[in-house]
């Protein structure tokens, strides 16, 4: 009864700038954490940031600087900036999303963003 919806993806060229959105919705006590995890052409999913409900953020190592997480409590809602975007950081990205207090993690369908010339 939890849904996750991203936006913001698209093409954008090296060096440019991009914000994705995630709007959660539907049977919501209260999200612990949210985050942003990616998955590039032939790898993994990764981690690419997450913030707290206190405001606490992390960042995977290949983003610092570049990214900027933030979330309003309120409105179930997380923003990803993405800055100084690179051809690396092609991938679906995906918003995490952890709730209490069942404590379950949810996911949205992705959005992509590719950065190409």
């Known amino acids: 009864q939890v849904q996750l919806v991203e936006s913001g993806g698209g093409l954008v060229q090296p060096g440019g700038s991009l914000r994705l959105s995630c709007a959660a919705s539907?049977?919501?006590?209260?999200?612990?954490?949210m985050g942003w995890y990616r998955q590039a052409p032939g790898k993994e999913r990764e981690l690419v940031a997450a913030?707290?409900?206190?405001?606490?953020?992390n960042y995977a190592d290949s983003v610092k600087g570049r990214f900027t997480i933030s979330r309003d409590n309120g409105k179930n809602t997380m923003w990803l900036q993405m800055n100084s975007l690179t051809p690396e950081d092609t991938a679906v990205y995906y918003c995490?999303?952890?709730?209490?207090?069942?404590?379950?993690?949810?996911w949205g369908k992705g959005t992509l963003v590719t950065v190409s010339s």
């Open positions: 995490n999303a952890r709730l209490d207090p069942a404590y379950m993690d949810y």
């Open positions: 539907g049977t919501i006590y209260r999200i612990n954490t």
């Open positions: 913030v707290a409900s206190n405001g606490r953020t």
